[in-house]
């Protein structure tokens, strides 16, 4: 058989050894690249793709009686959340009582409500107060365009029951 002379194992030995040398230099300079040069967007990316909320509603459909008539159809409505903290300090322009006032007209007319009971709820000592509920989505809409700091919009999905209202017809009979 053909016996390696030593000047052949040592070869084997050194190309090996520059192999994992290079290997090891490229991952590292690939590694240094990503963590120094792309390493904020990626970091963003990462964030942002970890902390995404997709709520996802569950559409039920509509309820049909014998004759074909709709009892319950679902309904995309929304509810009218208030930080009182931030309404009460998120404009520096104005003074705390006038920033509540703005805001309480502002949803009253939005809402079909009472400015004082509108004001009553958003000066509560609370973190976090219900507004409104079950309000329409153009409603929601102009809300959410005007901006308004402390107001958040939740968004629900409902069942309608139209057969309560055939119920009370019938009966007022």
Sequence with gaps: MNNPTPNSVKKRII?????ICLTTVGLSFRVGWVQIVDGGELSKKAIESQTRDVPIPAKRGAIYDRNGKELAVSAVTFSVWARPDKVRYGSKKHTPEENIDKTAE????KLNMK???????ISENKALVKVAKYVQKNVADTIRQEDYLGLKLQRMLNVIILWAVSLRKF???
Excluded: H
């Design 171 to 173: 009966l007022e009979v």
């Design 115 to 121: 400015k004082a009971d509108v004001k009553d709820i």
């Design 15 to 19: 190309i090996g050894f520059l192999i």
């Design 106 to 109: 502002f949803l009253a007319q």
